[in-house]
């Protein structure tokens, strides 16, 4: 059975940084491109960014609101995707989900809170 | 950067209806889109990908049509469960993008 599950969620301070993690499970995580999508509160969806994998040379791509302050790498040895969310703003306050996939994501995580606030 | 619209954005309707979700993408994006579900509290699920096409384990009463730039969401005979909010995606080209959600409530 695939699984995601994200940690690293919590309570920042402006300009502050966090480091999320997308734990997977019942996949070869190497094959896949992992992607990252966030919800703010009671809105939609919005895209953050993708990593692809080794075979594709392990790029990444960044929405515009985030581009120069979060970074997605990944450990294969480890099964695990990171988001490092650096000069946090208090527009980034979201549920983060972990997915799979580039194109379109057949499986999410739960999400995770993140909130930025003074 | 693509836009999709998503009609209507809010829709009440009755157990056994047929329900029509349409996304409309302000260029063409051949046949590069997907639809989720989303309940309160509940990640997205993959429903249809590549315009038409029924993920696994997905009821077929869920269909998607539509290419270039208009595409339909059909559930033929709602049921209980179906109650959520629903998201059109494009991946035709970058940045992927959403539409901004239609929420169906039971009427």
């Known amino acids: 059975e695939v699984q995601l599950v994200e940690s690293g969620g919590g309570l920042v301070q402006p300009g502050r940084s966090l480091r999320l993690s997308c734990t997977a499970s019942g996949f070869t995580f190497g094959d896949y491109a992992m992607s990252w999508v966030r919800q703010a509160p009671g809105k939609g969806l919005e895209w953050v960014g993708f990593?692809?994998?080794?075979?594709?040379?392990?790029?990444?791509e960044y929405a515009a609101s985030v581009k120069g302050r979060f970074t997605i790498s990944r450990d294969d040895s480890k099964s695990i995707a990171y988001l490092q969310m650096n000069s946090l703003k208090t527009e980034d306050t979201a549920v983060y989900y972990c997915t799979r996939g580039v194109r379109d994501y057949d499986y999410w995580g739960q999400g995770t809170l993140v909130t930025v606030s003074s | 950067a693509i836009q999709l619209t998503q009609s209507p954005s809010s829709l009440s309707a009755s157990v056994g209806d047929r329900v029509t979700i349409t996304c409309r993408a302000s260029q063409g994006i051949s046949s590069a889109l997907a639809w989720y579900q989303q309940k309160p509290g509940k990640a997205p699920k993959l429903l249809i990908y590549?315009?038409?096409s029924l993920e696994s384990g997905v009821p077929s009463r869920f269909s998607g049509s539509g290419s270039g730039t208009d595409f339909t969401l059909t559930i033929s005979s709602l049921q209980p469960e179906d109650f959520a909010t629903y998201y059109c995606?494009?991946?035709?080209?970058?940045?992927?993008?959403f539409g901004q959600g239609t929420k169906l409530e039971i009427k």
């Open positions: 995606q494009q991946f035709n080209s970058y940045p992927p993008s």
């Open positions: 590549d315009a038409s």
């Open positions: 990593i692809r994998s080794k075979a594709y040379g392990g790029t990444t």
